[in-house]
């Protein structure tokens, strides 16, 4: 079987559902985010050492996954991002949280886990997409929960990543 098909060729694609979209719609470009933080998600996992960590991202881009599928399905006949997704990402991240000191300052996305860093912004302009989806749509509202979670998650796994390293994280300096 060929990779490829040719079906896209014109600039629609198929949801899920088998009904043909334009690429350049709300739900394309929401669900091409989610994939977009994934692959980012998929990067920083494989600098890491940490275990732990990298069980975290293995999860957290299973649930990415996921999320794309659902987006990706308007009628909810597939996999759905659910309330106990966020709830799971929350224990997650009070986990890793336990380890750090409480923040008095923004920090600056940098050190061994720069690419966590990144996948954090990436994930924002994922949920902005979702965001402008659910004013289109509707219907999307675990994916908006879970990706809200999941950016904290990451920016703790960050802090997290440059503590077990002993980097000191540089604040703003405006």
Same mark, same amino acid.
């Given at each position: 079987?060929?990779?490829?098909?040719? =079906?896209?060729?014109?600039?629609?694609?198929?949801?899920?559902?088998?009904?043909?979209?334009?690429?350049?719609?709300? =739900?394309?470009?929401?669900?091409?985010?989610?994939?977009?933080?994934?692959?980012?998600?998929?990067?920083?996992?494989?600098?890491?050492?940490?275990?732990?960590?990298?069980?975290? /991202?293995?999860?957290?881009?299973?649930?990415?996954?996921?999320? #794309?599928? @659902?987006?990706? @399905?308007? @009628?909810?006949?597939?996999?759905?991002?659910?309330?106990?997704?966020?709830?799971?990402?929350?224990?997650?991240?009070?986990?890793?949280?336990?380890? /750090?000191?409480?923040? @008095?300052?923004?920090?600056?996305?940098?050190?061994?886990?720069?690419?966590?860093?990144?996948?954090?912004?990436?994930?924002?302009?994922?949920? =902005?997409?979702?965001?402008?989806? #659910?004013?289109?749509?509707?219907?999307?509202?675990?994916?908006?929960?879970?990706?809200?979670?999941?950016?904290?998650?990451?920016?703790? /796994?960050?802090?997290?990543?440059? #503590?077990?390293?002993?980097?000191?994280?540089?604040?703003?300096?405006?």
């Amino acid at each position: 079987m060929k990779i490829y098909t040719g =079906r896209g060729d014109a600039g629609e694609t198929d949801l899920r559902t088998g009904d043909r979209v334009s690429k350049s719609s709300e =739900r394309i470009e929401a669900y091409g985010a989610v994939d977009e933080a994934n692959a980012s998600v998929g990067v920083a996992r494989e600098g890491l050492e940490e275990d732990d960590v990298r069980d975290a /991202l293995m999860e957290v881009q299973q649930l990415l996954f996921k999320a #794309q599928a @659902d987006l990706a @399905d308007p @009628d909810d006949e597939g996999p759905t991002v659910e309330e106990e997704d966020a709830d799971r990402l929350e224990d997650v991240c009070d986990d890793f949280d336990e380890e /750090l000191e409480p923040l @008095d300052s923004f920090v600056l996305p940098s050190g061994p886990a720069a690419e966590l860093h990144r996948a954090r912004s990436v994930t924002r302009r994922a949920e =902005r997409r979702c965001v402008k989806l #659910q004013e289109v749509e509707g219907d999307v509202d675990e994916v908006l929960v879970a990706l809200n979670r999941l950016s904290d998650l990451l920016f703790v /796994l960050a802090r997290v990543v440059n #503590q077990r390293a002993e980097y000191t994280e540089d604040s703003p300096s405006y």
